[in-house]
């Protein structure tokens, strides 16, 4: 199934993507896997939730945190790709999360996010995935999550009766040129 098709089943609307922080972008393309910058939680109310796991937030909380974290993630790619349906597998995530040295669980609050990837890409949202627990991260979030996708390529656009498709015009005026010298 699409997975433009699948979020709108889900009622799930897309945050508008998040700017970087610092001196970086929000995703790299190589070939055909895509890197995403590491990203946290979407605001709540204008504030950013800042604390850590096992004092501050529990695992439910956490959990949901991850989730609106997978969210912008989702629409990272689909700024980057254009369309969700360019998406061959969600490869790789890795997920930190802010805790108190005694925290066991991480694996419990990333899988939110994972949970969303699988509900919208199915099958090929099945990932490997780490899931560390750690002393602090920026700005005190509770969780941060990075990850790597495979990509197919974009579809060629069809041309419309009478009219080539993008990019045929131009090599034809090129092409012509060159015979008439």
């Not at 109310?45 to 945190?65: A, C, M, N, V, W």
């Not at 980057?80 to 998406?87: F, K």
């Not at 997920?95 to 939110?112: A, Y």
């Amino acid at each position: 199934m699409s997975a433009e098709k699948r979020l709108r089943e889900l009622g799930i609307t897309l945050p508008q993507v998040s700017s970087p922080s610092a001196n970086y972008v929000n995703a790299v393309q190589t070939g055909n896997l895509l890197y995403l910058a590491g990203k946290g939680p979407l605001t709540v109310d204008g504030k950013r939730p800042s604390g850590k796991l096992g004092r501050d937030f529990t695992i439910e909380e956490g959990y949901q945190h991850a989730r609106t974290t997978g969210l912008d993630l989702i629409a990272v790619m689909k700024a980057e790709l254009g369309s969700l349906d360019r998406v061959k597998r969600i490869v790789k995530v890795l997920g930190m999360v802010n805790c108190v040295p005694e925290f066991t669980d991480p694996p419990k609050v990333i899988n939110g996010a994972s949970d969303l990837f699988v509900e919208v890409f199915g099958d090929k949202g099945r990932h490997a995935r780490s899931a560390v627990g750690m002393n602090s991260l920026p700005m005190g979030i509770p969780v941060e999550i990075e990850m790597i996708v495979e990509v197919g390529p974009a579809k060629a656009r069809k041309a419309v009766a009478g009219k080539p498709a993008a990019g045929r015009k131009a090599a034809g005026k090129a092409v012509a040129g060159k015979r008439r010298r």
